[in-house]
């Protein structure tokens, strides 16, 4: 293999641009040329594809975002779209592709290698922890931690006030930055998709919970079956029915997408970019780049997409335990 090309796509994550630079600078160093790709599936279809240097991801590991870009792209769902984005690389002659993304952008990956034979090596870019075949995704550990610096400032002011605060975390699909928010933060609940919630355990607690202590922190994933914070705030608030108790709602929205990358992020990102260009050059393809029990994996596209990856049920008990 000569010639390799780096996208992301979907939403971003902090860590991507340590996971470019990985990507490059260990293509460089096997003396494979390496192109990066603007604007994801979109970039690959409108030839927005450039030669990259080893100096073209300097100082770029600590940044969150991704110089690259990401963009969700409508054409690459059609047959004519992937077809021109086939002749896009074989213009380049580029033969290998690495894909940084979730579950939308593997989907991609594994449905333009059976169409057109491109040997393609995916690592797993998303916040949400979601992805089957890798103990952790680049940019959870970030925004965990981002999440996590809120709700701790988020606690000091609902204390100063004996306030109940709804904290909406992100996680339309799966709990895990809830659950470790959760836990690091020291909340009284924790909702999440993976479990149904149960409102009336909710409201009998918190009213058991005002002998002990004044106010509470109850951390919301987006996607829980009850709704978001607010309708499930408004929810709470009518059952308990106390005047004299005040409810409040914040929403972290898209900080925890952004901000320098942790130490942990960083690290995972350059081993998944490492080892997806040694796949590639070693006959890997239409599979992932995961690390699991702390050494390289690679998952087949196809065992990726669309499986749960569950909770650990013992962090959900966790959670029940030191909320007493």
Do not use: W
Not at 223 to 251: Q, R, W, Y
């Amino acid at each position: 293999m000569k010639k390799i090309a780096v996208f992301t796509s979907g939403g971003d994550a902090p860590g991507m641009n340590a996971c470019i630079r990985a990507v490059v600078r260990t293509a460089i160093y096997h003396g494979i040329e390496v192109y990066g790709v603007t604007y994801g599936y979109d970039g690959l279809i409108n030839g927005n594809i450039k030669r990259m240097q080893s100096s073209s991801v300097s100082n770029i590991v600590q940044r969150g975002g991704t110089i690259l870009k990401s963009a969700r792209s409508e054409d690459f769902r059609t047959k004519e779209g992937r077809q021109k984005a086939y002749e896009q690389l074989k213009s380049l002659g580029i033969e290998g592709l690495v894909a940084i993304g979730g579950d939308g952008t593997f989907t991609g990956a594994k449905l333009f290698f059976e169409e057109f034979g491109i040997p393609t090596i995916g690592c797993p870019g998303t916040i949400d922890n979601d992805i089957y075949g890798t103990d952790y995704t680049i940019g959870f550990d970030t925004a965990v931690n981002t999440a996590l610096e809120a709700i701790d400032k988020i606690r000091d002011t609902a204390a100063a006030h004996d306030r109940i605060f709804f904290i909406e975390v992100m996680g339309r699909d799966s709990g895990y930055i809830a659950v470790e928010c959760g836990i690091g933060g020291g909340a009284e609940f924790v909702m999440v998709p993976e479990t149904e919630t149960d409102l009336k355990k909710v409201v009998k607690s918190l009213k058991n919970l005002r002998k002990s202590r004044t106010s509470s922190i109850i951390v919301v994933a987006e996607g829980d079956e009850e709704g978001n914070a607010e309708l499930i705030m408004e929810k709470v608030k009518v059952k308990i029915n106390d005047e004299d108790k005040e409810f409040k709602v914040t929403t972290l929205g898209h900080i925890q997408r952004g901000g320098n990358p942790t130490a942990r992020d960083r690290v995972l990102a350059s081993r998944c970019g490492m080892a997806a260009v040694e796949g590639l050059m070693n006959g890997q393809s239409n599979c992932m780049a995961g690390v699991v029990n702390g050494d390289v994996a690679y998952t087949p596209f196809a065992d990726c997409i669309g499986k749960t990856k569950p909770l650990k049920g013992d962090h959900l008990r966790l959670i029940e335990i030191l909320s007493i």
